[in-house]
């Protein structure tokens, strides 16, 4: 295991999860590590294992593109205290992989979440 990289380490404890066959998913930051390329393969891996097995996963990510990628709804959540600020649902047909990205519903929905986080940004630094 120690001779292993972060994207192997990543399927492992992504296969480990699986393995017990839990009714949910729950994924804090798994691809937050690694580099581009190897993000965006494991983003498609996973895209492809949940299109089969439709498993309710809670996929935790700072990343805008990943979020809108990956989810159905996105919950954008307040600075301290960490409150749901809004749910956003992501009307994205399946299937989807990386070149969704280049699809203007995608733009349309990652600028709105942008602009919602960065809203809060702004709240905070007053």
Known sequence: PKELSGGMKQRVAIARAYANNPE???MDEPFGALDAQTRAQLQT???KTW???KKTCFFITH???EAVLLAQRVVIMSARPG???RV???DIPYPR???TKNDPRFMELKAEI???VYQEYLEVRK
Do not use: F, G, M, Y
Request: proline share 0%; charged share 40%; hydrophobic share 45%.
């Open 24 to 26: 949910v998913l729950l």
């Open 88 to 90: 956003v649902d992501i």
């Open 83 to 85: 409150r749901i600020k």
């Open 45 to 47: 891996e996973l895209l």
């Open 114 to 116: 942008w602009n919602e």
């Open 63 to 65: 990343d805008v593109d």
């Open 97 to 99: 992989d990386q070149a």
């Open 51 to 53: 299109e089969q097995e």
